[in-house]
């Protein structure tokens, strides 16, 4: 079984400016991976980025980027140079083992202002 | 090419109806995934499909949410004797459904409101 905790429920930054997500996970998986879904008004979650636990390179697509610290089961999201189309909710999410059903926290509703 | 389709967009019904809903997953997809997400929650999971089967159903909440998936792609959950609390957004996802496992990419559709009255 999975938990996951984003203890930020709203959060603002300005545009070009870079913001932190914060999220913390357990699983009792030994192999297990960690997503951030973004969630716009459209309702359709989109994947954001991926993190494969036994990859100790953070993983990073463009603007986002991933500190993951294995330890304390902490996986933030930071977006460098945010964008107005940046604002969404934005959740994190855990799966692992033979374990297809991801896990979710409760989001993050991040406003980008002008 | 297409992503994942759910229709109804929006359902409104009363207490105790029957509804059914219904997913299109991207062609070739054999993983299919439903999650409901209630108001200020994340998604939480429901079932899973493996092709046509059921892979793991423990999400489901209760007898009356009933699903299929006969012949490998479309997906029409049925919720019979619909409750006030069923009210929530379905999500539907699909996956490439091959060696990848649990770290293959789910793209979601944009889910179905349902509202009961």
């Known amino acids: 079984a999975q938990t996951v905790t984003q203890s930020q429920p709203e959060m603002s930054v300005q545009e070009a400016e870079t913001v932190t997500l914060s999220c913390t996970y357990d699983?009792?998986?030994?192999?297990?991976?960690l997503f951030w879904y973004k969630q716009p008004p459209s309702r359709q979650m989109i994947l954001v980025i991926r993190?494969?636990?036994?990859?100790?390179q953070n993983a990073t697509e463009n603007r986002f980027s991933v500190n993951f610290q294995k330890a304390a089961k902490s996986f933030s999201l930071k977006i460098s140079d945010s964008q107005l189309g940046d604002t969404a909710m934005y959740f994190c999410?855990?799966?692992?083992?033979?374990?297809?059903?991801?896990?979710f926290g409760k989001g993050t509703l991040l406003t980008v202002n002008p | 090419g297409a992503g994942v389709s759910q229709t109804p967009s929006n359902k409104v019904t009363e207490k105790g109806k029957y509804v059914e809903l219904r997913c299109d997953p991207i062609?070739?997809?054999?993983?299919l995934y439903w999650y409901r997400q209630s108001l200020g929650q994340g998604p939480e999971f429901l079932i899973y499909?493996?092709?046509?089967?059921?892979?793991?159903d423990s999400g489901l909440p209760n007898d009356r949410f009933f699903a299929v998936r006969p012949e490998g792609s479309v997906s029409t959950p049925k919720i019979q004797r619909t409750e006030r609390g069923d009210s929530a957004v379905y999500l539907c996802?699909?996956?490439?459904?091959?060696?990848?496992?649990?770290?293959?990419?789910?793209?979601f559709g944009p889910g179905t409101r349902l509202l009961v009255l």
């Open positions: 996802a699909s996956s490439p459904g091959g060696a990848g496992g649990p770290k293959e990419t789910q793209y």
């Open positions: 699983t009792s998986e030994s192999n297990y991976y």
């Open positions: 993190q494969e636990a036994y990859k100790q």
């Open positions: 999410a855990c799966n692992g083992g033979s374990n297809y059903k991801l896990t």
């Open positions: 062609s070739g997809h054999t993983a």
């Open positions: 499909f493996q092709g046509t089967g059921a892979a793991d």
